[in-house]
């Protein structure tokens, strides 16, 4: 029998399960604002006639979440501050539907109080089985860091694919998002919402071949695990996300598409990025069956332009410093620490040439000889043996380089890329990272004396040193024996009393790694 691991994040908060069914808020009624327009219908007055349009509430049930979104919860309470209110998500929500009283297909799905908090209205067309529930507020209580540092004043969701499959009683979350200021915040692990009588699960997912691949390869080949499903219909886009038109293209026969049975191709024609499949599952009857699937693919392919090294500066590790391994058939775990000085390292450091931007880019970080590798590749040994074995991702391979591209030139307003050849294991590192979701900006970046910090990149600051500043062992030159000492701790904070722990001395303009007792 496979064996499955889950790679655990350490502390993570639970998931509360069972609560109570909750019930429909009532409107309340509205007062006009006096200063308004007299021609200005009230609120109240504008929901009771899109109420007319509709039929009554009806209650499908109590349904059951099924976990994706955890993630997320454990990323905003990391936001959090003393004395914050803890968010705590539900594991349950009614589920209510009403239809157009002149048309049938045209429904309204209601999850009352999703994740314990507000009620979430979706658009249901009955014939494509596709939802999606625009941006709404959660009702959540805001993190302090959050409010301080990113200005949120509410925490939106929004989710743009819902596929509910009435045979099967199960809501499918393609890409949800939880939305922090403006176009700012955090995708999540897609997630299922499963009625009283849901039917077992038919589902069918993609897996990377056995053997990885290799940097000079092309093209990608995915394996496709099914249960219950006679093809897929498939098609691929290109630094493009997949929206819920798209799968109603495909249902009605209005785009281009390809059929699979057992493995789908992906051809990396156009250079470095992201590939995107999207697959929907067909019955033998070439029926849809309610179900699609959407993996991203980072092409092994090197970033666009012409590239020179500049020498070697510090890569700082922006994840959490220790990990559970668990494994989901014996319900064991181990707790695996890594020790402070391997949670930074020396690195390659390129800048692009054909261009008058500042742009620079990181080589492969996550190398053999980075202060994880031993640590962490130990943990996979430990989560990927026997039949699993050929499918490890081994995140500290020399042929597969993992690329970080980053945009100094406009101060205070810095973009980024990422990305390593699939089957390269990075996503224990990065896939917390915080970023927007339209252009790849992150706001509150510092690029001070050769030092570029990215807040909140994930678990802590993501800090790139460039040559010509602080290094590990012996920086740069001339020495001056008169300065005075400052010791900073591993983040760059200056200290002027420094206690046991590992800290960075400057003298003048060398610098050093010292333990102090």
Known sequence: ??????????????????????????????????????????????????????????????????????????????????????????????VMMR????????????????????????????????????????????????????????????????????????????????????????????????????????????????????????????????????????????DENFYTNDINSIIADTCEYKEANTEITVDYTKGSGYYRVLALAYDAND?????????????????????????????????MPEYYVYDNETGESSHVIFPAEALQWEVDIEKRTDTDREIYRVVNPYSPTCGLADTFNACLDRMYSGDEAPYRPDAFRTDDTFWFVFDVTEPGNFSYEYGRPNGAGNGHFMSTAFYT????????????????????????DLIIDLPGYDSIDNAIIDVDANAPVEYYDMQGRRVTAPTAGIYILRKGSRSSKVYVK
Request: charged fraction near 20%; proline fraction near 6%; glycine fraction near 8%.
């Open 99 to 238: 239809q157009r009283r002149d048309d049938a297909d045209s429904r309204q799905i209601k999850f009352c109080k999703l994740f314990g908090y507000n009620d979430m209205i979706a658009e249901y067309d009955a014939v494509t089985c596709t939802s999606y529930i625009p941006l709404t507020p959660t009702g959540m209580p805001i993190p302090t860091l959050l409010a301080e540092n990113y200005g949120c004043t509410s925490i939106d969701f929004q989710c743009s694919s819902i596929q509910y499959s009435e045979a099967r009683g199960v809501f499918q979350f393609g890409r949800p998002f939880f939305n922090i200021y403006d176009d700012m915040g955090f995708y999540t692990d897609g997630f299922n919402i499963m009625l009283p009588d849901a039917k077992p699960d038919i589902d069918f997912s993609f897996y990377l071949k056995a053997g990885g691949m290799k940097s000079t390869d092309k093209s990608l080949t995915l394996g496709i695990n099914s249960n219950g499903i006679d093809h897929l219909r498939y098609t691929i886009k290109y």
């Open 437 to 460: 979701p339209t252009d790849g900006t992150i706001q509150h970046a510092t690029f001070e004396n050769s030092r570029v910090c990215f807040p909140n990149y994930s678990y802590t």
């Open 287 to 319: 029926r849809y069956m309610g179900i699609y699937k959407i993996s991203s693919l980072f092409s092994n392919l090197p970033p666009e332009g012409t590239w020179e090294a500049i020498g070697r500066g510090i890569w700082h590790h922006p994840d």
């Open 1 to 94: 029998m496979k064996k499955f691991y889950t790679f655990v994040l350490a502390a993570c908060a639970c998931i509360a399960a069972g609560a109570s069914s909750p019930q429909p808020v009532e409107i309340a009624e509205y007062v006009p604002d006096p200063m308004a327009p007299a021609t200005t219908p009230s609120r109240a007055a504008a929901l009771a006639a899109d109420d007319a349009g509709y039929t009554e509430w009806q209650s499908l049930g109590t349904a059951t979440l099924g976990q994706g979104y955890d993630r997320i919860l454990f990323t905003l309470n990391s936001y959090r501050i003393d004395g914050d209110e803890e968010i705590v998500f539900a594991g349950t929500t009614e």
